[in-house]
């Protein structure tokens, strides 16, 4: 089966990403406005720059009458030069250039304005007199390493939002989606006996629908358990009577029968004592899905199974058969019914003399942190039956009498106290025997 998706992880995986491309897009469309800013300025001086450089660079051609061999500015820097100049007389021979320009004449026409190479964008002015041209050159790969350093500098603090705005984005999504969290969690709590309302009021308007359904639901399902419940209190409660009545009855009339009509009185009476116990099963689990078990005071178990075990023992079928070890020093202290704890151990007791051998021994062990152990000897039940054995109305294979309610009502009882009912067969350590282990919650003094 596949692992539903979180809706918390599709809405932060959106949001960040959104976010994401949304800062790169916006550096990119930084870095492409730049660019065009970057070369408007970079033309602007190169043009400024020629203007101004132009008178000087006449003046002092004249002053020194300088030849048509090409001379050089002399510069005391010894920095690169950002921009390089050429004079050029009207044959296009170099006459003066700066420091870092070579003495061959830049591979662009005399024409007044911006021309380029593939490596120089080139301005070129010319003198009043047309007899001298001035080209300044800008590279190219300055402007670049002015727009990759700007993009830089933009990109930087982006690379650093990014991962703060997706945990921004995660901590404002699990804080928008967490009453979503607390529904689902109330939700999953819902049982068949925990089917209170809802609470509305801290959630936001959005769930109120969806709350207010679920409590709608909720009521209906609690009326039909109650109905069920009650049903089947009240149908085993008013069979007890009908059924004692005809079981007595049924008694006298195999003291009256001839001896010959004995046996079908005999299978009569024994439908009848089945009916008994399976009636009184009914109410026993009708008072368990009424959770019986559940109690905020702790009693001491010890005088319940002890008064169990006693009132087991004047039966026929648990005459001489248990044998009770006690090993809780001061008592057992659980939070458990002791209505609750009574029908338990009856049960066990009676699901381990039934389907054992007849005079076998049941031992019963009461241990200090809370264990309860029940085993009797018999056949080892099948591995894969015996976690069936605690769902109603199932039984192993046996040909004693039983209703498979037992088992089942035990779980119930024992689970609503916070305790476990372990199943083992055959007993750890032996080759035979079934083993029933309550654990229950022992409160500490």
């Not at 928008?176 to 936001?204: H, S, W, Y």
């Not at 769930?207 to 009521?219: D, E, K, Q, Y």
């Not at 009326?223 to 089947?232: D, G, N």
């Not at 200090?368 to 192993?396: C, Q």
Request: charged share 20%; glycine share 6%; proline share 6%.
């Amino acid at each position: 089966m596949a692992r539903p998706t979180s809706m918390t992880r599709k809405l932060v995986t959106a949001l960040t990403s959104v976010v994401a491309i949304s800062w790169l897009l916006a550096c990119g469309l930084g870095v492409m406005v730049m660019q065009d800013e970057f070369a408007e300025i970079f033309d602007a001086g190169v043009e400024e720059t020629a203007e101004r450089l132009l008178p000087l660079l006449v003046d002092d051609l004249r002053e020194n009458n300088t030849a048509p061999a090409a001379q050089k500015l002399n510069q005391t820097s010894e920095r690169a030069e950002y921009l390089t100049y050429q004079v050029r007389d009207r044959e296009g021979q170099v006459v003066l250039h700066s420091h870092d320009s070579s003495t061959e004449p830049f591979e662009v026409s005399l024409e007044p304005g911006f021309s380029e190479t593939a490596t120089q964008r080139i301005f070129t002015v010319a003198t009043p007199d047309g007899n001298y041209f001035l080209q300044v050159a800008d590279a190219f790969a300055n402007r670049r390493e002015a727009i990759e350093e700007a993009g830089t500098a933009l990109l930087l603090p982006v690379l650093i939002l990014i991962p703060a705005s997706i945990f921004a984005v995660i901590v404002v999504v699990r804080r928008t989606l967490r009453p979503i969290q607390t529904l689902r969690d109330d939700i999953g709590k819902k049982d068949g006996g925990n089917l209170a309302p809802l609470p509305t009021q801290p959630f936001p308007g959005e769930l109120h629908p969806i709350a207010r359904s679920v409590n709608l639901l909720l009521g209906r399902l609690r009326s039909a358990i109650e109905a069920e419940r009650e049903f089947t209190a009240n149908s085993a409660h008013e069979l007890r009577t009908p059924i004692a009545g005809a079981l007595a009855q049924a008694q006298r009339l195999h003291a009256d029968i001839p001896p010959e009509l004995a046996p079908r009185v005999e299978n009569i009476e024994k439908s009848l004592q089945h009916l008994a116990h399976l009636a009184e099963k009914l109410l026993q689990m009708s008072r368990a899905e009424a959770r019986i078990g559940v109690t905020d005071t702790a009693n001491d178990l010890i005088p319940v199974l002890e008064l169990v075990i006693d009132d087991m023992m004047r039966t026929a079928i648990g005459s001489s058969r248990i044998r009770f070890t006690n090993r809780c020093e001061g008592g057992l202290s659980c939070r458990i019914g002791a209505d609750a704890f009574g029908i338990v151990v009856r049960n066990l007791l009676e699901n381990a003399l039934i389907h054992s051998p007849a005079e076998s021994p049941v031992q019963v062990l009461a241990e200090a942190d809370g264990t309860i152990r029940v085993v009797n000897s018999g056949v080892a039940v099948d591995a894969a039956l015996l976690p069936k054995l605690t769902t109603r109305f199932t039984r192993g294979q046996t040909t004693a009498d039983g209703t498979g309610l037992g088992l089942a009502i035990v779980k119930s009882l024992v689970e609503q106290a916070g305790g476990e009912l372990v199943l083992s067969s055959p007993v750890p350590g032996r080759q035979d025997g079934f083993e029933a282990r309550i654990v229950l919650p022992a409160e500490t003094a």
